[in-house]
Nanobody, 124 residues
Framework: QLQLVESGGGLVQPGGSLRLSCAAS????????IGWFRQAPGKERELISY????????YYADSVKGRFTISRDNAKTTIYLHMNSLKPEDTAVYYC?????????????????WGQGTQVTVSS
């Protein structure tokens, strides 16, 4: 069964950067749509970015557009989320997820596998 492990979270000052990683066990991620989500305390989990398996296209939520970048490594086993110009409102637990046969990559329910999450805290 596919397992995902996120890493790279931590405490960073406003304006700083972090790179989150999502590593897959045993499977190449090249065949799947990969999404990055976040959930802040008291809020619903929200989609912030995905990379499509069909054409490699990417999506970013308005809240992170221009600051975050999603990418794959050449071996296609790790997905990254490069986060720049971080703000206190970016504080959340960040999750990666894999969708296999997706109609709507914006729908959380269509993602089949989830990582355990990594905490990102933006604070001075």
């Amino acid at each position: 069964q596919l397992q995902l492990v996120e890493s790279g979270g931590g405490l960073v000052q406003p304006g700083g950067s972090l790179r989150l990683s999502c590593a897959a066990s045993e499977f190449s991620l090249d065949y799947y749509t990969i999404g990055w989500f976040r959930q802040a305390p008291g809020k619903e989990r929200e989609l912030i970015s995905y990379i499509s398996n069909s054409d490699g296209s990417t999506y970013y939520a308005d809240s992170v557009k221009g600051r975050f970048t999603i990418s794959r490594d050449n071996a296609k086993t790790t997905i990254y989320l490069h986060m720049n110009s971080l703000k206190p409102e970016d504080t959340a637990v960040y999750y990666c997820a894999v969708g296999i046969l997706m109609i709507n990559p914006h729908a959380l329910s269509e993602y089949n596998y989830w990582g355990q999450g990594t905490q990102v805290t933006v604070s001075s």
